[in-house]
C-alpha cells in the first residue's frame, strides 16, 4: 500500500493516526509506504505519527525526515513485519531560491520476502514540474534505482504529484512499469478523496514482479481519513525471473 496520510489530519479536521492506521489494516497490506508524517510536531500534539501507526498494525517503521525544524520532523516512512533493513534515506534536489517550498526526500528499504529481498522506495515529489524532472533523475542515477544494490525485484511508490501522461510519469516509465497497466480500463485515481478524480500515487514495479489486482480504499473511513485514498497492490515475486537474473 501507499498512502499519502496528511499528517494524519482528516477532512474534518480531526489529527488521527489511529484512524489512519484502521484504514490501512482494513486491507491487510504487507508492505506500507506512508508519505506526509508528522513526528514531534507541535500541530499534531507532539506524536511520533509513523511509530504510533506500526504500532497499532504489529509493524517496524523505517522513517526518513524531508523536513527538520529543530526537534519537529515531517517525512516518509516504510513499514513492515517482514525482515527488512534500510539501505538509503536522503533529500532530493530543489531548485535554487526558492526555499518557501516544502522540501522531498526519498526512502529506500530492503525486504525479505519468502527468500528474496525486495528493493522498496518510497518517495513524495514536487509540486513544480522542472523540480520533478530533477528529482526523477536523481531516483533513476547512481544513488538509487541505479545503485548496483538495488536490484530486482524493485518497487518505487510515493505520490509523485503528476498526472499519467505528463512528463514526470514518461520519464518513470521508460524505465519501471506503471502497475496500474496491467489493469484493463482506467487507473485508480486517489485524490481528492472525497471525490477521487486524479491518479498522482503509484507503484512502479521492475522485471520479476508479477502484478495482480490493483485498487484504492474507498471505504467511509477512507475518504475522511485523509486528503488521498490508498493504493493497494498485490504483487507476486517471479522466481523464474529472479534465476535467470542471478545466472547472467
Given amino acids: 500500500m501507499t498512502y499519502n496520510v496528511h499528517a494524519c489530519r482528516g477532512r474534518d479536521r480531526q489529527w488521527s493516526p489511529q ?3 484502521d484504514v490501512i489494516a482494513s486491507a491487510e497490506p ?5 508519505q506526509e508524517l508528522d513526528v514531534g510536531r507541535a500541530r499534531s500534539g507532539g506524536a511520533d505519527q509513523a511509530e504510533m ?7 517496524r517503521a523505517q522513517f ?4 527538520r525544524v529543530m526537534e519537529e520532523l515531517y517525512g516518509d516512512a516504510i513499514l513492515t513485519a517482514w525482515p527488512s533493513r534500510l539501505i538509503k534515506a536522503g533529500p532530493l534536489p530543489q531548485l535554487p531560491g526558492v526555499g518557501r517550498y516544502e522540501p522531498r526526500g526519498a526512502l529506500w528499504v530492503s525486504i525479505s520476502v519468502g527468500g528474496a529481498d525486495v528493493q522498496v522506495i518510497n518517495t513524495h515529489l514536487g ?3 522542472r523540480e520533478r524532472h530533477k528529482q526523477i533523475d536523481e531516483l533513476l542515477g547512481p544513488d538509487w534505482l541505479g545503485h ?35 489493469q484493463r480500463g482506467r487507473g485508480k485515481p486517489t ?9 498522482i500515487d503509484y507503484a512502479f514495479v521492475g522485471p520479476a514482479i508479477n502484478v495482480r489486482p490493483v485498487d484504492t480504499v474507498r471505504t467511509p473511513l477512507a475518504r475522511v481519513a485523509s486528503d488521498h485514498l490508498p493504493l493497494v497492490i498485490d504483487l507476486d515475486i517471479d522466481a523464474a525471473a529472479l534465476r535467470l537474473q542471478a545466472a547472467q
Fill in 30 to 34: 504487507d508492505i506500507v509506504a506512508l
Fill in 191 to 199: 485524490f481528492p478523496a472525497r471525490f477521487a478524480a486524479l491518479r
Fill in 127 to 129: 509540486l513544480r514540474s
Fill in 53 to 59: 501507526i506500526a504500532l497499532a498494525l504489529g509493524m
Fill in 148 to 182: 548496483p544494490e538495488c536490484r530486482n525485484p524493485v518497487v518505487l511508490v510515493g505520490d509523485f504529484n503528476a498526472l499519467p501522461g505528463s512528463r514526470s510519469y514518461l520519464q518513470l516509465t521508460a524505465r519501471l512499469h506503471d502497475a496500474q497497466k496491467s
Fill in 64 to 67: 526518513f525526515p524531508a523536513l
Fill in 19 to 21: 484512524r489512519i492506521a
